[in-house]
């Protein structure tokens, strides 16, 4: 179902504040013509494809994560994993989620008593139902070659990030990808794919509306502060890293954000199965 395109959701928190105004994320179906994907895709700096992914195959990677969490006290009493309802009688200093730009970008947070959960939750990255069956499902990487046009030329990049948010730790900041990826050229494709169902306040991606442009823009800005100050291209690539954030990150506050760019944020409800395509620097 297309949901109505503007909307009021009445607690859509961010880290600065409620969103007001927001926009859904336009949906689109990989049975729909490429040529028109990707028209799609070129013109709002993503894609929205739902059900691409069986849902099943997501859910099995959902139980396999929070089994493998159980022994930290993450769950509720009584659930089961693949549900992963967050443990009431916890507080959510012991379940930093992890590369949020606590503690240094991709750092450890929250010290001894989040030890286990951080090392767990790091290690879930090199595991085979994540790093090979999830990640590298077939419905993804084959719709991304067909997409793309390239075809058996298809590389995924080893780097991927299984974020852990649980309600009440911090999210990752305003970004676009390319400022992680900074040593490629600007072609890659990114899918960022939620483990399980996301309701709309339940913290899942949103992206600026034209953030594309915006983030091309930015980029050619630093990169012309760069060259008038006589910086070598290796130079250069720190110096972008200096127009940020120590974490690498735009702004760690989305509404003022907005605001400033008078571009409104794009919102979602995800289910499994659903992933989202984007550019490399879609804010
Ligand atoms: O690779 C990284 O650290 C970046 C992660 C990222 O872009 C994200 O989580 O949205
Ligand atoms: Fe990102």
Redesign the pocket.
């Known amino acids: 179902m297309q949901l109505p395109t503007v909307c009021q959701p009445g607690r859509l928190a961010v880290n600065d504040g409620l969103l007001e105004n927001v926009k859904f994320l336009h949906q689109s179906h990989a049975d729909e013509p490429l040529d028109k994907l990707r028209q799609r895709y070129e013109e709002d700096g993503y894609l929205f494809l739902k059900g691409l992914i069986p849902r099943a195959d997501v859910l099995k990677a959902r139980h396999e994560y929070f089994n493998m969490m159980a022994p930290t006290g993450v769950l509720e009493e009584g659930t089961l994993p693949v549900e992963g309802v967050f443990n009431s009688l916890k507080s959510a200093e012991e379940f930093p989620g992890i590369?949020a730009g606590a503690a240094g970008?991709?750092g450890r947070p929250g010290g001894e008593k989040a030890a286990q959960f951080i090392d767990l939750a790091l290690d879930a990255h090199y595991r085979d139902w994540y790093a090979q069956d999830f990640c590298r499902h077939p419905a993804l990487i084959n719709f991304v070659a067909r997409f793309t046009g390239w075809e058996s030329n298809t590389l995924g990049l080893r780097?991927?990030?299984l974020?852990n948010n649980i309600p009440g730790t911090k999210p990752?900041g305003v970004?676009y990808?390319q400022?992680?990826?900074r040593h490629g050229e600007p072609t890659s494709v990114?899918a960022?794919v939620p483990i399980g169902d996301i309701q709309l306040t339940g913290g899942g991606?949103i992206y600026l509306e034209n953030g594309d442009s915006l983030g091309l823009s930015i980029e050619e800005e630093f990169t012309k502060k760069a060259k008038d100050v006589g910086l070598s291209e290796e130079e250069a690539k720190d110096a972008f890293n200096n127009n940020m954030m120590a974490t690498?990150l735009l702004s760690e506050l989305p509404l003022d954000f907005s605001h400033k760019h008078s571009r409104r944020w794009l919102v979602a409800e995800y289910e499994a199965g659903d992933i989202v395509l984007h550019k490399p620097h879609a804010v």
């Open positions: 590369g970008k991709n780097r991927s990030l974020r990752i970004h990808d400022i992680f990826l990114t960022w991606l690498g």
